[in-house]
C-alpha cells in the first residue's frame, strides 16, 4: 500500500479568478477552482500573500479539511503558477 506521503496527486486548475492588487498584507490575489485526481472539484481556493512575501491558499470552510500536506502543497502550486501566469 503506497504511503500518502510519497504520493504526487494531479491537481488540474480548472479556472482562476485573479484580483486587483492592494497594499495591505496578507493581501486576497484571487480565487481558484481546482480538479483532483479527476474525482473532486473544489471552488473558491483562496489564494493570498504572506507578509513574508510567499503564497499560501485557504480552502473553502467549513466545507473541505485536507489532511495530507502534500495535496494541499500540490493545490498551492497549481493555483500560484496561474496567479504568476495571469498577474497584472
Same mark, same amino acid.
Given at each position: 500500500? !503506497?504511503? %500518502?506521503? @510519497?504520493?504526487?496527486? =494531479? #491537481?488540474?486548475?480548472?479556472? *482562476?479568478?485573479?484580483? &486587483? $492588487? %492592494? *497594499?495591505?498584507? &496578507? +493581501?486576497?490575489?484571487?480565487?481558484?477552482? #481546482? !480538479?483532483?485526481?479527476?474525482? $473532486? #472539484?473544489?471552488?473558491?481556493?483562496? $489564494?493570498?500573500?504572506? /507578509?513574508?512575501?510567499?503564497? *499560501? #491558499?485557504?480552502? &473553502? =470552510? &467549513?466545507?473541505?479539511?485536507?489532511? @495530507? /500536506? /502534500?495535496?494541499? =502543497?500540490?493545490? +498551492? +502550486?497549481?493555483?500560484? @503558477?496561474?496567479? /504568476? !501566469?495571469?498577474? *497584472?
Amino acid at each position: 500500500m !503506497e504511503n %500518502s506521503r @510519497d504520493k504526487q496527486y =494531479e #491537481v488540474k486548475l480548472i479556472k *482562476f479568478y485573479p484580483f &486587483p $492588487l %492592494s *497594499f495591505r498584507r &496578507p +493581501r486576497l490575489l484571487g480565487f481558484a477552482d #481546482v !480538479e483532483l485526481e479527476n474525482i $473532486l #472539484v473544489i471552488r473558491g481556493v483562496k $489564494l493570498f500573500e504572506a /507578509k513574508n512575501g510567499g503564497y *499560501f #491558499v485557504q480552502l &473553502p =470552510e &467549513p466545507t473541505v479539511e485536507i489532511k @495530507d /500536506k /502534500k495535496l494541499l =502543497e500540490s493545490i +498551492r +502550486r497549481v493555483v500560484v @503558477d496561474k496567479y /504568476k !501566469e495571469v498577474r *497584472f
